[in-house]
């Protein structure tokens, strides 16, 4: 078959398409191509960056669906459907909302895509693709290089998409991690994050784990393993991994920037309600913990 993956826009306004200048390459993507069998053509197309070809051959069409997105995505599934070709939908809005999205779907996928995505394909060659397939969330594409050829010349940011982890073991109750996860946390094994670092060329990277310290001594283990390759990174973590002195020297030395975290509120209320009482430690305002940070030099997305 040939298979067109997708990444949706946010929308679009009236004079055009809306523009994000902070585009970055849609890893999810390059795991699903690196997931695809070679006997399969796989063609991608942004639809931040570049028109979809809507009349280009295809077999097959399948849409990542953020929340964000989800409007657009029914509307470029829709162009699709005009022409008899199948859709599948996958990704978290999906997972989260999977009546709405199948009024818009031939198919999607529930959870985590490593282990039913070589079905989907298959059923869909042989014209028999089942409405809804469900996967249990895991550690990311164990074994399988993502395929970032298929990003070259699309203009995103000069910055390394990869993950370590999946998931986060606190219960935030306002968080679709969490609920998606069921505040379970998933870890790649070191070697392989390693290799993938090996096999491209930029020393920048974003981790895009949900919650990369979660798991203090798999990241441990992974921030040693960094040093050695001289790479700069980013990520998103919690305020929980101030209290692990180790843990913050091993980051440093590793290359670390700065993190995205969640600071959530300034009152105590609310943060007890919300269920993040990790954040009370020693709370203060975050006057102790935003010192740490400066004190290391990291930059804090908050």
């Avoid at 200048?21 to 699903?32: K, T």
């Avoid at 930029?202 to 919650?211: A, G, I, P, S, Y």
Wanted: include cysteine.
């Amino acid at each position: 078959m040939k298979v067109t993956l997708i990444k949706p826009n946010i929308g679009r306004m009236l004079r055009g398409p809306y523009i994000d200048e902070g585009r970055m390459e849609p890893l999810q993507i390059g795991v699903l191509a690196g997931l695809t069998p070679d006997r399969h053509e796989v063609a991608f197309y942004d639809d931040r960056m570049e028109p979809i070809p809507f009349d280009a051959p295809t077999d097959l069409v399948a849409i990542t669906v953020e929340t964000y997105t989800a409007k657009r995505s029914y509307e470029i599934a829709a162009k699709y459907h005009q022409r008899g070709i199948p859709v599948v939908m996958g990704g978290m809005h999906p997972s989260l909302v999977p009546d709405e999205c199948l009024q818009h779907a031939d198919a999607i996928l529930l959870g985590d895509a490593e282990t039913v995505w070589q079905q989907i394909l298959s059923d869909a060659a042989e014209g028999r693709l089942q409405p809804i397939y469900r996967a249990p969330a895991g550690i990311a594409h164990p074994g399988v290089l993502p395929r970032r050829d298929l990003f070259v010349g699309k203009g995103y940011l000069p910055i390394t998409l990869m993950q370590f982890s999946r998931g986060c073991h606190f219960h935030c109750n306002f968080c679709s991690i969490a609920s998606y996860f069921d505040s379970r946390h998933f870890v790649r094994r070191v070697d392989e994050v390693v290799r993938e670092i090996a096999a491209q060329k930029r020393k920048l990277v974003f981790f895009v784990d949900d919650n990369l310290c979660a798991n203090r001594q798999a990241a441990k283990e992974l921030f040693r393993a960094l040093i050695p390759l001289k790479v700069r990174w980013v990520s998103q973590t919690s305020l929980d991994m101030l209290r692990d002195a180790e843990l913050m020297d091993l980051m440093l030395q590793s290359g670390c920037l700065g993190h995205v975290i969640g600071f959530e509120s300034i009152t105590p209320d609310n943060l007890t309600e919300m269920r993040k009482g990790h954040n009370l430690h020693a709370f203060d305002g975050y006057r102790s913990q935003v010192r740490i940070l400066r004190d290391y030099g990291l930059q804090t997305w908050a």
